[in-house]
Structures are given as C-alpha cells and as structure tokens.
C-alpha cells in the first residue's frame, strides 16, 4: 500500500503528472472573481467563502478523469486487480494520494487567496478547517466516479455529470461551516455534518469503488 | 496445481468458449492456440481472476497467478527500475536484480520506461512477472514485438520457472521450444444454444 501511495506521488510530481492542474485553476477562479464583481469589498467578504468552495471542488473534479484512466490505459489496473492487495485498498490509496496532490494543496491556499476576495480575518481559520473536513470526502466521492466510468472512452463528461450531484452536500455543508466562520455565527452544525459526509464516504466508497471497478475492467 | 474443469467463458456478455478441461501439474506448462477472435484472451484474463466464468470449475487459481496482458502496466515516467521496484513491493518482494539479469535490463534499469522501444518495454513487461514471485504465469501474446535474441531470453525464463515448480499458461503462435501441453481452443467455440444466462446486462 505505502509503495502505491508513493508510486502515485512520484507519478504526480514528475512532468506531465498534472500536479499544478487543479491549484492553478482555483488560483485563475479566485483572482478572476474580484475583477468580474468589481470594487465592492462587502459584497466580496460575503461571496468569499462560497467562491473558495466552489473554487476547490471543481479544480478536484478538473483531475478525476486522470485517476484510473491513466492506469487502465497501461495495463496497471489489470495488474493491480489480480495483485495481493485487496482492489478496495489499492482504490482508498488511489484517493488518498489524489487527496496529497489536489486537496491539500488546496487547503494550503485557500488563505492566501481568501485575502484576494476580502475574506473578513475571523474567517480563515474556519475556512481552512471547513476545507480540511471537506476535500477528503471529494477525492473519495471522485474516486467512485472514475472507478465507474474508466472503461469509457472520453468518459470525462459522464464523470462529471455523476459526480457533481454526489459533491452537492458537500459543498453546501463546507461553504456553509465557511460562511457561518466568516460572520461570526455558531457553526457547530454544519462543520459536524461535514465530518460525517467525509467519514462515510471514507468508509463506504471504497467498497463502492472497488465494486464498480471489477465491472468495468471484465 | 491448477485444474479447469468445463469452463465456459464469455466476452461482453456473449460466449465465446465452453466446455474447457485441463490440468497441470507443478513444473508443467500449456500453449493455448487458435484463431484471432477465438477466445484465447477471454479465457486466460478468466483464469486470473478478472472476470467470473459462466460455469464450470477451477482449481489453484486464487492468489497465485501472475497475470501479463497486451499491455505492460508500466509507467512511462518512472524508470525501469522503479517500475520492477514497485510491482516487487506490491506483490510483497525485494528482489529485482535476478529479473533484470534475466532480460538483460540491467544498462536500461536507469532510462524512464516511456523512452524505451516497443520491444525494450515489453522486456521490462515480461520481467515484471519474474519479480512477483508467483507460481502461476499467464501470458497472452508475450512474443508480440520481440527480437528473435529476446525470444530466446523469453524461453530461457520460462524455462527456468518451469523447473523452480512454476505453471506457465501461454497463447502464442511461435514455437518457444518449450515442452509442453498444446490446447486448440478452435473447437471449444460456444454453440448458441449456451446464450441462455451469459448476458449481465439485466445488472448494467
């Protein structure tokens, strides 16, 4: 498992890995938003944190089609598939290194760019936690998806399309935890709904995953 | 030991072979022959365990085999060693130094896979299997783009699996020099009247 995890990492790290894919686009998302809503710091500070959610939910959906494609292609999956290591273990590492080089990238600059959209400074710490609790469950609901579609050529837009209903609570409950932060409201609710979505997904999908998968590799 | 007994086997959701039999022994190997479209691929990718038969028995199987398809599973950004080092850490191993030699990898062990030519990968393919340190070798088309120098490497490797009490299952259509059981899988074509039951797209 450790020596997946570290392949994949390597993987991402060398040319051509499409490590910088998703943080790029959420730096492009964030620093275009102030210019297309203009000079109003109210209405930024208030649009912060559903623009940095959104912005980071879908620079993680920009690198899910990348996740087993690459793999399938090569023959790698077929291997893995008939390797020692359990098919749901080898999907949970698969995600948790897409988590390494796409979530928590993400995370470390959501403050750095909440500065850009006039995040009030109470805010970033909650932000940043919302974020923490909440990017693992969309590499692990992205993982599901691609596991679903890999045998698909182009599948990209079918990905997308199953996925982005399955990020809806999420997104609601992270850019809620974050809004409720930034104004100073109690945020007990949404923060613990957030965990739990990201605790059942880590529980569940790669089960869900790994069925999926061994359909679609047959 | 593994053992078949009446297996019949399908591709997208359409048989393609029943009623295959056979069985070998450790130490023992089996070319499997026929046309292209006949079944070969389907059977071998069933036998590791990738896909589940429409019926009959298997034996020995589980957990043992080594499986190497049309494509290597290589990364084209790592180096060939790197790629041995991690399919030998997934499969539980260390040792890469043995399969290298025996390709004659060892002055290519640096060079990323994705510079290598067709034949050099598919040597780095075929020792990948050496470093799992499983008894059952499955094969489909090995020989596809080897030199007739490589061939031999190819041969000598089984070889030497077959006598360190390995299986070796192999579909090819070049004389490897090996001794071994020839299985015509030609005749085993799966009559129409086996459709009933072998579709699962009800479940898609």
């Given at each position: 498992m450790i020596a997946l995890l570290l392949r994949d990492l390597r993987l991402a790290l060398r040319a051509g890995g499409g490590f910088g894919l998703g943080l790029a686009f959420f730096l492009i998302l964030t620093v275009l938003v102030p210019f297309s809503v203009g000079p109003q710091s109210a209405l930024l500070a208030s649009i912060a944190p559903g623009v940095l959610w959104l912005g980071a939910l879908l620079a993680c959906l920009l690198s899910l089609d990348r996740l087993l494609a690459l793999d399938y292609e090569d023959g790698t999956l077929d291997v893995l598939a008939t390797a020692p290591l359990p098919l749901e273990a080898a999907l949970a590492v698969k995600a948790i290194a897409h988590w390494i080089t796409t979530g928590l990238p993400?995370?470390?600059?959501?403050?750095?760019?909440?500065?850009?959209?006039?995040?009030?400074?109470?805010?970033?710490?909650?932000?940043?936690?919302?974020?923490?609790?909440?990017?693992?469950?969309?590499?692990?609901?992205?993982?599901?998806?691609?596991a679903l579609t890999v045998g698909i050529k182009r599948g990209g837009l079918l990905l997308s399309l199953l996925v982005l209903p399955l990020y809806v609570p999420t997104l609601i409950f992270g850019a809620e935890a974050a809004r409720r932060g930034a104004i100073g409201m109690e945020l007990e609710t949404p923060l613990l709904m957030l965990s739990g979505i990201s605790l059942g997904s880590i529980a569940l999908l790669p089960f869900a995953a790994a069925a999926a998968l061994r359909m679609t590799i047959r | 030991m593994l053992r078949l007994k009446n297996i019949a086997v399908a591709r997208g959701g359409v048989p393609v072979l029943s009623g295959v039999s056979f069985a070998l022994e450790a130490g023992q190997a089996l070319i499997l022959r026929g046309p292209n479209g006949s079944g070969k691929t389907t059977l071998l990718r069933t036998i590791a365990g990738l896909q589940p038969a429409l019926s009959g028995e298997m034996e020995g199987a589980e957990d043992r085999v080594a499986y190497s398809g049309h494509a290597d599973g290589l990364k084209a950004m790592l180096s060939v060693a790197e790629n041995l080092k991690f399919w030998a850490a997934v499969y539980g191993q260390h040792d890469i130094e043995g399969a290298l030699e025996a390709y004659a990898l060892a002055p290519l062990s640096d060079r990323l896979a994705g510079t290598l030519s067709a034949g050099q990968k598919r040597r780095a393919g075929l020792a990948r299997l050496m470093v799992t340190g499983r008894p059952i070798w499955i094969l489909d088309e090995p020989t596809v783009s080897l030199d007739a120098a490589t061939v031999g490497l190819f041969a000598d490797a089984v070889r030497a699996h077959l006598g360190g009490g390995g299986i070796a299952l192999l579909a090819t259509h070049i004389d490897l020099g090996l001794e071994a059981q020839v299985l015509d899988v030609a005749p085993l074509r799966a009559m129409p009247a086996d459709l009933h039951g072998a579709s699962d797209e009800a479940f898609l």
């Amino acid at each position: 498992m450790i020596a997946l995890l570290l392949r994949d990492l390597r993987l991402a790290l060398r040319a051509g890995g499409g490590f910088g894919l998703g943080l790029a686009f959420f730096l492009i998302l964030t620093v275009l938003v102030p210019f297309s809503v203009g000079p109003q710091s109210a209405l930024l500070a208030s649009i912060a944190p559903g623009v940095l959610w959104l912005g980071a939910l879908l620079a993680c959906l920009l690198s899910l089609d990348r996740l087993l494609a690459l793999d399938y292609e090569d023959g790698t999956l077929d291997v893995l598939a008939t390797a020692p290591l359990p098919l749901e273990a080898a999907l949970a590492v698969k995600a948790i290194a897409h988590w390494i080089t796409t979530g928590l990238p993400l995370v470390i600059a959501a403050p750095f760019l909440g500065v850009l959209l006039n995040l009030p400074p109470q805010g970033f710490g909650w932000l940043v936690l919302s974020l923490l609790l909440g990017t693992p469950a969309l590499s692990m609901i992205g993982t599901f998806g691609a596991a679903l579609t890999v045998g698909i050529k182009r599948g990209g837009l079918l990905l997308s399309l199953l996925v982005l209903p399955l990020y809806v609570p999420t997104l609601i409950f992270g850019a809620e935890a974050a809004r409720r932060g930034a104004i100073g409201m109690e945020l007990e609710t949404p923060l613990l709904m957030l965990s739990g979505i990201s605790l059942g997904s880590i529980a569940l999908l790669p089960f869900a995953a790994a069925a999926a998968l061994r359909m679609t590799i047959r | 030991m593994l053992r078949l007994k009446n297996i019949a086997v399908a591709r997208g959701g359409v048989p393609v072979l029943s009623g295959v039999s056979f069985a070998l022994e450790a130490g023992q190997a089996l070319i499997l022959r026929g046309p292209n479209g006949s079944g070969k691929t389907t059977l071998l990718r069933t036998i590791a365990g990738l896909q589940p038969a429409l019926s009959g028995e298997m034996e020995g199987a589980e957990d043992r085999v080594a499986y190497s398809g049309h494509a290597d599973g290589l990364k084209a950004m790592l180096s060939v060693a790197e790629n041995l080092k991690f399919w030998a850490a997934v499969y539980g191993q260390h040792d890469i130094e043995g399969a290298l030699e025996a390709y004659a990898l060892a002055p290519l062990s640096d060079r990323l896979a994705g510079t290598l030519s067709a034949g050099q990968k598919r040597r780095a393919g075929l020792a990948r299997l050496m470093v799992t340190g499983r008894p059952i070798w499955i094969l489909d088309e090995p020989t596809v783009s080897l030199d007739a120098a490589t061939v031999g490497l190819f041969a000598d490797a089984v070889r030497a699996h077959l006598g360190g009490g390995g299986i070796a299952l192999l579909a090819t259509h070049i004389d490897l020099g090996l001794e071994a059981q020839v299985l015509d899988v030609a005749p085993l074509r799966a009559m129409p009247a086996d459709l009933h039951g072998a579709s699962d797209e009800a479940f898609l």
